[in-house]
């Protein structure tokens, strides 16, 4: 299967594709949708929409994968986060691919076998569980990685489960 992960942000939005067949993921790229900080919303929105866009024609996902929003405390970040992950979510349901959402604890658990490990051990277990030499960078095209490998995961687990109650 080949999974989207998408790390939404206004700045900086990361993406990573896998293809996750019998026997573990492979076929591994990934990147970053950059916005100028001097443009307007709006014009910021749509680039990112339209990257998205272009990205899911050109690697052609089969499920595509959003971080679900953390809100913490800052309430004008979260507002901006969430804008730019509506975009992300309307930009890749048009293109009918299914979108999943999971929430970063379920990332991290799926990921690190940790709901709380940092940033630092989930991105060092994306490049041990990828069979990368280095953690992919930026920050942001790791956690969509991450993303990616939680609903691979969770679809090797539905999987298993089936199996073993059709026995």
Aim: hydrophobic fraction near 45%.
């Amino acid at each position: 299967m080949r999974i989207l992960g998408i790390d939404p942000g206004l700045a900086a939005a990361g993406w990573g594709l896998i293809v996750y067949p019998e026997g573990g993921p492979r076929d591994v790229v990934w990147g970053q949708i950059k916005t100028p900080a001097d443009a307007a919303m709006s014009q910021r929105l749509q680039k990112i929409f339209h990257s998205l866009q272009d990205l899911v024609r050109e690697l052609r996902p089969e499920a595509v994968v959003i971080e679900e929003l953390f809100f913490a405390s800052n309430v004008k970040t979260a507002i901006v986060v969430a804008q730019a992950r509506g975009a992300a979510i309307l930009a890749t349901a048009e293109s009918g691919v299914p979108v999943f959402e999971y929430t970063p604890l379920q990332i991290k658990k799926a990921v690190s076998g940790n709901g709380r490990a940092s940033k630092e051990q989930v991105q060092k277990m994306v490049a041990t569980l990828l069979g990368l030499r280095e953690i992919p960078r930026p920050d942001h095209a790791a956690d969509a990685l991450a993303a990616a490998l939680c609903h691979a995961h969770t679809l090797k687990t539905d999987r298993l489960l089936r199996m073993t109650n059709a026995e």
